[in-house]
């Protein structure tokens, strides 16, 4: 399958409805081919980001250039995008066949054409209408809808509703594929089967996808970069890894990762680190002094020996998992709450301290693990000594 992608350009972008402004100023270049995850709360825009580049909202302000050409002007038949609806919205009546042959029939038929027996009276409209059918079934067979083509959607499963829409999104070779949380009606394990099937299509189509969820799980899983959105902007747009490992707000730290954060008050003075009047282990230069939020991820938080440690917490509640075990601790001595950890289960079996709950475990934190924030939430630059 092969089609070509094309690369987006949202300049100074805003959308307003009355006196609620929905968007504020969004810039964003998403390179030919790539996969985008637009990703953040309910609320904060994303689906009207997407509504404005499939042409089914208009622009209060700004431009929208696909392929270098701006399509803000132009309706949505115009502009080359194909989109899977959260619904799926196909049509009830139709078998998998009519549905995937539906926008195909739209724009190579005429009214006239498209009306019953038109294929009996005319050659061209037969040719056509076997072109159609062969294109349907090949992207049916790419996406392993051959046994389901002639049943209706009442008759299929989710994730079978799921491949017909994306397949009559396909028969249009679009240079854009737009998804608005296509995967949020399904259960939790066909909804891994389909995240892995969705990327191996971008992968073998070369489209160009922008995928809108809340889900910070898929977003990571399945991106060449997530744009972090929070009040109608885009807080950060970077690949899933720096999007986790630095943040570049703490609201993105925040809602990014499984398991929330750890924060704390930080004083530092010279370099030193102390929360709640206790000094740490862990010393941090370019730092003007003064006071800070330090956010630290459960899994970068390391048991250690009471003498190497940064603090020694009593256990509130151990939940094992399977594959990791997380250990939830009173923080209130460091100013924290709640302070989580995550352990791998061999790490956990090999504590001598904090197995149980009562009990203290001392943690340190891992070189390079400290993410600091300063009063209005941006990230800064520390280096660890």
Do not use: W
Request: hydrophobic share 40%.
């Amino acid at each position: 399958m092969n089609m070509v992608g094309h690369s987006i350009d949202i300049v100074n972008l805003a959308k307003r409805f009355d006196r609620t402004q929905v968007l504020r100023r969004i810039d964003l270049h998403i390179r030919e081919g790539e996969f985008l995850t637009l990703l953040g709360p309910s609320g904060c825009g994303k689906s009207t980001l997407l509504r404005l580049l499939a042409g089914f909202e208009t622009c209060t302000d700004g431009r929208i250039l696909i392929g270098g050409r701006d399509v803000a002007p132009l309706p949505p038949k115009a502009r080359n995008i194909a989109m899977v609806f959260q619904s799926y919205a196909l049509y009830p009546h139709m078998t998998v066949r009519a549905n995937m042959a539906v926008p195909l029939e739209m724009s190579r038929l005429s009214f006239q054409q498209r009306l019953p027996g038109a294929a009996l009276l005319s050659s061209k409209v037969r040719s056509i209408r076997s072109d159609i059918t062969a294109e349907v079934s090949t992207v049916a067979k790419q996406l392993g809808l051959e046994p389901l083509l002639e049943r209706k959607p009442a008759q299929l499963s989710g994730g079978q509703r799921q491949r017909v829409a994306v397949g009559r999104a396909l028969v249009r070779h679009p240079s854009v594929f737009l998804m608005d949380e296509p995967l949020s009606n399904l259960d939790a394990k066909l909804r891994q089967q389909l995240r892995e099937e969705i990327v191996d299509l971008h992968r073998r189509t070369g489209i160009t996808f922008i995928y809108v969820t809340h889900d910070q799980t898929e977003a990571m899983a399945m991106s060449d970069r997530i744009a972090v959105m929070e009040g109608g902007e885009i807080r950060q747009c970077a690949a899933p890894e720096e999007i986790y490992d630095r943040p570049e707000f703490l609201s993105v730290a925040r809602f990014v990762g499984t398991t929330a954060i750890n924060e704390m008050q930080a004083t530092i003075k010279e370099g030193v680190v102390s929360v709640n009047g206790r000094l740490l282990r862990l010393r941090l230069a370019g730092i003007a002094d003064g006071t800070y939020q330090l956010a630290v991820r459960p899994e970068r938080l390391c048991p250690a020996e009471d003498g190497a440690s940064d603090f020694s917490l009593p256990v509130l509640q151990i939940e094992f998992t399977g594959n990791e075990v997380g250990v939830r601790c009173n923080g209130a001595e460091i100013g924290a709450g709640t302070v989580r950890v995550q352990l791998r289960p061999d790490s956990f079996a090999q504590l001598r301290q904090g197995r149980n709950v009562g009990e203290r475990i001392p943690l340190s934190i891992a070189e390079g693990a400290a993410l600091i924030f300063d009063s209005a939430g941006r990230r800064l630059t520390a280096l660890q000594m």
